[in-house]
């Protein structure tokens, strides 16, 4: 694993997980969202991001969390290893909310300088709607990519992802177990 991407909802935990596997690894970490945005929540025009992601995916190597789907081709074709963040609804809605608190009037540590942790109503329904709405396009294209030979995990639950941590090795560590705990694209 030499360029990992994790996808999904809002609250699924990407970031926190990116960070850990990048800190065992030894690979550079790219949160996506701070690259995005702009002070003032101002967002990078289409053209310009598009530019930004290829070069950031060029890169030898790296762990990349974010959505963003107007780039996931460019990010699928570069990546070695994709995991997937398909947590409830509720549960991501419940780590948001407690993210809007606990950086209740500051910018967190994932996101852009300048952009003050908020909420608003467009976010909170596309995490409760993405299971059904964005999340079986996103499958459909990890099961050509899985098909195609590439290592895609699907983590749906904490137990999936500490499953998954499990095998990595510690910081400075080698691997403790196989990495053959592939989930296969569909629940169960």
């Not at 003032?40 to 969390?65: F, I, N, S, Y």
């Amino acid at each position: 694993m030499r360029r990992v991407l994790l996808i999904g909802p809002g609250g699924a935990g990407k970031s926190t997980l990116a960070a850990t596997i990048a800190s065992r690894l030894g690979l550079p970490l790219i949160h996506l969202d701070a690259m995005y945005w702009k002070p003032g929540w101002q967002e990078t025009p289409k053209d310009e991001w598009r530019d930004k992601v290829a070069a950031l995916v060029a890169q030898e190597a790296w762990v990349m969390d974010g959505n963003f789907g107007g780039t996931l081709d460019l990010r699928l074709a570069a990546c070695d290893t994709v995991l997937f963040l398909d947590m409830p609804p509720l549960l991501c809605m419940w780590r948001v909310l407690r993210r809007r608190w606990r950086f209740h009037r500051e910018v967190r540590p994932d996101m852009a300088a300048g952009c003050i942790e908020r909420l608003d109503a467009d976010f909170l329904l596309w995490i409760l709607a993405y299971r059904w709405r964005s999340a079986p396009r996103v499958r459909a294209k990890l099961d050509a990519e899985a098909r195609a030979g590439k290592q895609v995990f699907v983590l749906d639950s904490q137990a999936a992802v500490d499953r998954f941590l499990d095998a990595l090795p510690e910081p400075g560590g080698s691997v403790k177990q196989s990495l053959d705990l592939r989930l296969r694209t569909g629940r169960g």
